[in-house]
């Protein structure tokens, strides 16, 4: 069984920064996508960003493209998100997550870490 855990959560001011770390708990499993979703109080789980494996290739919504950028190390099976220029909107309960399949389709996900931006 996969745990994912993460890390890194905060409360940062408006144009601050962070890094959110993901670690795999199961050296062996070796994801097709992994990603990281948001949710924030009140609204649904957004799915922001995510990378296939080879890390060659990743997503981002609109709203945090430029601003975020996600990265994997393979040797390490961790997964980062780092977050810049940070907003208000972006307060919210930050979920990794990964799936077998390269639809992204996520099967294990960790218990989240929170990020709290403030103006």
């Known amino acids: 069984q996969v745990h994912p855990v993460e890390s890194g959560g905060g409360s940062v001011q408006v144009g601050g920064s962070l890094r959110l770390s993901c670690v795999a708990s199961?050296?062996?499993?070796?994801?097709?996508?992994m990603g990281w979703i948001r949710q924030a109080p009140g609204k649904e789980r957004e799915g922001i960003a995510a990378i296939y494996s080879g890390g060659m290739n990743t997503f981002y919504i609109d709203s945090v493209k430029g601003r975020f950028t996600i990265s994997k190390d393979n040797a390490k099976n961790t997964l980062h998100l780092q977050m810049n220029s940070l907003k208000p909107e972006d307060t919210a309960m930050y979920y990794c997550?990964?799936?077998?399949?390269?639809?992204?389709?996520?099967?294990?996900w960790g218990q989240g870490t929170q990020v709290t931006v403030s103006s």
């Open positions: 997550a990964a799936s077998s399949s390269m639809f992204c389709t996520y099967t294990y």
């Open positions: 199961d050296d062996t499993y070796s994801p097709n996508c």
